[in-house]
């Protein structure tokens, strides 16, 4: 396992209205070398906030409330690691577990909340700004990430070549600036862009939205991370280009062997490129297993918003026969209210009769229907 | 890990390195380039009546040569002391370059300070040093100057110093504003997430490289506005102080002579203020233009 990710909890403080929004809430994953995940919802789901949680870039406070985040480091620098974990957060506990430390340990020293009335007694903004420094270290070097929109992630103010071979002699101190210049090169060819001479002298504006997201994942892959995190690297993008950068995602996970996170909305673009799919919804994960299990089969078990996002997005076969596409009814519920029925009880199609009473009662627990396929639905109980 | 090794040369940046003929427009290399003759004769000319060489004696008084119009031996003339105008010239160069540059720094440290933390945290500063830099704004410059020179000795290195205060509040909007611009966009986030410190995220790529524009414009028009405000106030008698010479004295000095037909006492250091603010000004506009064409091209 390269990096695990137990019971996360993201609460954001509305300052207006005094009261807790709830972002994400109980949400595990765990992601082994060379696989990719995918984390499918729509919007409003906590995909983003899970993405950015792991790289503690979560700002607002209270933000991150709770959860464990297990990372391992290469050996070499997981002294330093330690070190920093001990000093910066002075906490003994619960930091290390076999080769795998706990990034967010020192979390429970710091903050304290009641479940219900969801309350905060002591806020997590002072371990935000304590982890910091560990952070700083896993930043970049092991966890890299790619964001929505690739033509504003770069600095519109310096050339391209020059972005790129800082962030090389960020990483590499050691290498000479012919070195640099030829790694940057190496790099820029390698996500497949035709004349990286011509994108190094150019500035951010004058490329395209396609071609600036090969540079951000040419800077994102310029210390070798071990897993990448691509956040909608599709938005904004048309779909041949698509069709593209995932091909490349693939390709350099494949050469690289990294562990790449990628979120998406889409379920079918998730599929065409991920081992293992993870759907979320309302904060919650609905729905956890490979792909195969959660897209593909048609009579195996499903969570009933899995098989309402498949039936959303068209296939090749539903466009020949001229199927009318189904939307899902109604929207995503209060996220300011405690969770006290199956979110999705609203919009699902299966929730009659006695079934009905069931879901009313309280948010279902995962279920697991085959090894390592978990599904929140109390259809699946036995 | 990999380790990559490229012994060859850096041929292809030098191929695509765009000649600034290319990068800007005509007007702006003039303008530019007059800029810079401007600033190189007002350094040139300081260091000469610092070291005092090349040139007659300013000081010198010489009643035979009085009123003398320009020619090969006095390059703008004399004046009614028959002292050579183009070394008085030279020499006026002394009362506003010092105090200038003091000003100038003063403006652009503390503008840039609080703009930044201003900007930066504008959560916990922002209201707090807004408040006090309106105060500051608030003052009416000419009449802040005439406070000084009543209270204290008309000294024009404590002028420039309360000019330089004066003009904090305009830099330090500026700044602010960028900041506030800067901080939202996602390439910050996206140097966040590549393990960048907050400091250098602040000061490499929100000051450094996004804000270096403004800070230069910011700094020469500051130099023009502390001759203007210099050679103004020596005009109304209030700065430098007459033997020593200073573009504003030497004008209200000939401004007695110009309609006896003696117009060189005060045109010619009247035309080279003219010449040395819009110099000034043209560098900064040039810059500027230069410098937005580089990121849209």
């Known amino acids: ?382 | 890990m990999k380790r990559y090794y490229y012994e060859r040369e850096i041929t292809n940046i030098e191929k695509f390195y765009v000649p600034l003929s290319k990068r800007a427009s005509v007007r702006d290399v003039v303008s530019i380039g007059f800029g810079l003759f401007v600033v190189s004769y007002l350094v040139v000319f300081f260091t000469i009546s610092v070291t005092n060489s090349f040139i007659k004696d300013p000081m010198e008084i010489n009643i035979s040569q009085m009123f003398l119009p320009p020619s090969m031996e006095h390059l703008f003339g004399t004046d009614y002391l028959g002292r050579d105008i183009f070394s008085r010239i030279v020499k006026g160069t002394e009362a506003f370059f010092i105090p200038g540059i003091l000003s100038i720094s003063i403006s652009t440290t503390f503008g840039l300070l609080f703009g930044i933390v201003s900007g930066y945290y504008a959560k916990y500063f922002s209201k707090g040093i807004f408040y006090f830099l309106n105060i500051i704004d608030s003052i009416p410059r000419i009449i802040l100057i005439l406070l000084i020179v009543v209270i204290f000795n008309p000294s024009i290195y404590l002028i420039m110093a309360f000019v330089g205060i004066s003009s904090i509040p305009k830099v330090s909007s500026y700044i602010k504003s960028k900041v506030d611009v800067l901080k939202r966009q996602r390439f910050i986030e996206a140097g966040k997430s590549l393990g960048l410190s907050e400091s250098s995220l602040i000061f490499k790529h929100i000051v450094w490289l996004s804000s270096k524009s403004v800070l230069i414009i910011q700094a020469t028009l500051g130099l023009s506005e502390t001759i203007l405000i210099e050679t103004s106030l020596s005009y109304l008698g209030i700065g430098v102080q007459e033997p020593t010479p200073s573009w504003g004295n030497m004008v209200a000095m000939g401004k007695d002579f110009f309609f006896q037909g003696k117009i060189w006492l005060s045109t010619i250091p009247a035309l080279v203020i003219m010449v040395t603010i819009m110099g000034l000004y043209l560098l900064g506009d040039g810059l500027n233009s230069i410098y937005n064409e580089k990121v849209s091209r």
């Not at chain 1, 969801?118 to 903004?125: A, G, R």
């Open chain 1, 1 to 382: 396992m390269l990096a695990e990710l137990n019971e996360l909890k993201v609460y954001f403080y509305d300052q207006r209205n005094k009261r807790f929004i709830r972002s994400v809430e109980n949400v595990s994953l765990g992601i082994r070398e060379g696989t990719i995940l995918g984390v499918v919802g729509e919007s409003g789901c906590g995909k983003t906030v899970t993405a950015l949680s792991m790289m503690g870039l979560v700002e607002s406070e209270p933000g991150i409330i709770g959860g464990t985040f297990f990372f391992r480091p290469d050996d070499d620098d997981a002294d330093e690691l330690e070190d920093t974990i001990l000093r910066g957060l002075c906490t003994k506990k619960n930091y290390r577990r076999e080769r795998m430390y706990n990034l967010f340990c020192g979390l429970d020293d710091y903050i304290e909340f009641e479940q219900s009335p969801f309350t905060i007694i002591k806020d997590s903004e002072k371990w935000l700004r304590r982890t910091n420094r560990v952070m700083e270290l896993i930043r970049g070097k092991y966890i890299s990430m790619i964001f929505q929109s690739p033509a504003q992630s770069l600095n519109p103010y310096i050339s391209v070549g020059q972005q790129l071979q800082r962030t090389i002699q960020r990483f590499h101190g050691e290498m000479n600036k012919y070195e640099v210049h030829g790694y940057a090169e190496e790099l820029l060819r390698s996500v497949r862009l035709r004349r990286p001479d011509v994108v190094m002298a150019s500035f951010p504006s004058a490329l395209s939205i396609g071609m600036a997201q090969r540079v951000v994942i040419a800077v994102a892959l310029c210390s070798d991370p071990c897993l990448l995190i691509a956040d909608e690297p599709t938005t904004g993008l048309d779909t041949t280009n698509i069709h593209r950068i995932i091909k490349l995602l693939e390709e350099l996970q494949m050469e690289r062997n990294l562990a790449l996170i990628f979120i998406s909305h889409n379920i079918r673009i998730v599929s065409a490129i991920a081992t293992d799919i993870l759907v979320m919804y309302a904060g919650i994960v609905v729905e956890r297993g490979t792909r195969a299990e959660v897209t593909k089969t048609r009579r195996g078990p499903r969570h009933p918003y899995t098989e309402m996002l498949v039936s959303s997005v068209p296939g090749d076969a539903d466009i020949k026969r001229g199927k009318r596409l189904r939307e899902i009814p109604g929207s995503m519920p209060n996220n300011k209210k405690e969770m006290d029925a199956c979110p999705f009880l609203e919009r699902c199609p299966y929730a009659k009769g006695s079934l009905r009473r069931k879901c009313r009662s309280a948010c279902p627990e995962p279920v697991e229907v085959s090894p390592m396929h978990f599904i929140r639905c109390y259809r699946f109980y036995s």
